[in-house]
Nanobody, 117 residues
Framework: QVQLVESGGGLVQAGGSLRLSCAAS????????MGWYRQAPGKQRELVAT???????NYVDSVKGRFTISRDDAKTTVYLQMNSLKPEDTAVYYC???????????WGQGTQVTVSS
């Protein structure tokens, strides 16, 4: 069974920074893409950033230049450094692992990020 445990969310003022972490455990292949998604109240869940095994990254346009995704494969952990936060970044942030071999998708429980103006 795969478990994803997120941490690092919280309340921050606009312009501030937060760093999210997601530690993955259990049985899944190292050939995977790890990522972060978010869901604001009344909105659909959207992709924030992904990072593939090997380091290729992808970001939604609204966070480019402000957020940085990284991964530590030795720790099976993915990070999201969020700088210059804006009130519109307020959402529940979810960690995701997409296993290339099995095609399975795994999700964390979510962590709340609130940015006050």
């Amino acid at each position: 069974q795969v478990q994803l445990v997120e941490s690092g969310g919280g309340l921050v003022q606009a312009g501030g920074s937060l760093r999210l972490s997601c530690a993955a455990s259990g049985s899944f292949y190292s050939r995977n893409t790890m990522g972060w998604y978010r869901q604001a109240p009344g909105k659909q869940r959207e992709l924030v950033a992904t990072i593939a095994r090997g380091g290729m990254t992808n970001y939604v346009d609204s966070v480019k230049g402000r957020f940085t995704i990284s991964r530590d494969d030795a720790k099976t952990t993915v990070y999201l450094q969020m700088n210059s936060l804006k009130p519109e970044d307020t959402a529940v942030y979810y960690c995701n692992v997409q296993d290339w071999i099995t095609g399975r998708n795994y999700w964390g429980q979510g962590t709340q990020v609130t940015v006050s103006s």
